[in-house]
């Protein structure tokens, strides 16, 4: 009996150890799949966080290249902006000057023109015959301001077939002008500029470009800007007039042409009419002229070409005279 308690015991006991190993086993491969499940869900879950961060790196690049983009147009729009506000700038400075300006001649006292004609009446004008090939104005006022303040400059350009005809035979570009007026403040600086600078090298740097050039000044006594202006609006209206004949001189011509034109197909075309009904009159036109007496009073004339006798008015004269 003990021995068979004990057998039992043992049995039981080993299936307890069995069960457990069982148990233990199956908790194992539990704990095995739960690591496996953990391993795929770490490796989706890190794959997703890579997919996020690329999503998230490919949206800031372009949402920073969206602002880079904006921040390029802001930036043109505000240079866009900033260039018309500085020319509207400057032409409100213009407007505005040229309202002072007018608003100063507008009230100008009797004092204040005064004045303006004594400054005008102190002012001198130089006339240029020949100025130096592409000297530009300002670089004219620089020479001449040497000897004293220059009020204005005016240069006539050269002929635009000149420089054309120059430009398309590979001359200089640059543009040239032929004559010139400089007007200065005081008559005494332009008296002196012309007595120094007339028939001279303009000097200055060996290294300038109008160094060895001649300039040909002159001084206009008595007379003013105004002067030239005047003269240079008659002159205008002098070619506008002359190119105003001109142009009904033309018209003349072409309407005459027209209407001689017009006429000679009139006239062909009565005659071709002629022609086909076969009217056409071959004898030449008859023209009639009435010949007038020639008389004369030369005494190597004929007794016929003479005068029979003298008017009656004649006779009544040398009858008083005589």
């Not at 700038?89 to 100008?108: A, G, I, Y």
Request: hydrophobic residues 25%.
């Amino acid at each position: 009996m003990g021995k068979q308690d004990t057998l039992k015991d043992l049995l039981a006991v080993e299936e307890d150890s069995d069960v457990s190993s069982d148990s233990e086993a199956l908790n194992s491969r539990k704990h095995e799949a739960n690591d496996e499940n953990d391993d795929f869900d770490s490796d989706d879950e890190e794959e997703e966080a890579v997919f996020q961060t690329k999503k998230k790196s490919n949206l800031e690049r372009f949402q920073d290249h969206e602002s880079d983009g904006d921040s390029e147009e802001e930036e043109s729009v505000t240079k866009n902006e900033s260039v018309t506000s500085a020319k509207l700038d400057e032409t409100s400075e213009m407007v505005e000057e040229q309202k002072k300006r007018t608003s100063k001649l507008k009230k100008l006292t009797p004092e204040q023109l005064a004045k303006e004609q004594k400054k005008i009446k102190k002012t001198g004008v130089c006339y240029l015959s020949t100025i130096p090939p592409y000297m530009k104005p300002v670089k004219l006022r620089s020479v001449l301001s040497r000897f004293g303040k220059l009020d204005r400059i005016f240069l006539k350009p050269e002929d635009p077939s000149s420089y054309q005809r120059r430009v398309k035979y590979g001359g200089n570009k640059k543009k040239r002008f032929t004559e010139g007026w400089v007007e200065f403040v005081n008559k005494k600086d332009a008296k002196l500029c012309a007595q120094t600078m007339n028939g001279n090298i303009l000097g200055g740097k060996k290294s300038s470009y109008y160094h060895d050039d001649v300039i040909n000044i002159k001084y206009l006594p008595g007379f003013k800007w105004f002067d030239l202006t005047q003269q240079i609006a008659k002159e205008n209206e002098i070619r506008q007039s002359k190119l105003a004949l001109e142009i009904s001189q033309q018209a003349k011509l072409n309407k005459t042409f027209v209407n001689n034109v017009e006429k000679s197909k009139y006239i062909n075309r009565k005659r071709k009419e002629a022609e086909s009904e076969g009217k056409e009159d071959k004898k030449a036109p008859k023209r009639s002229f009435d010949q007038r007496d020639v008389t004369t009073t030369r005494a190597e004339a004929g007794s016929s070409f003479k005068k029979a006798k003298n008017s009656d008015n004649l006779e009544s004269v040398l009858s008083k005279v005589f």
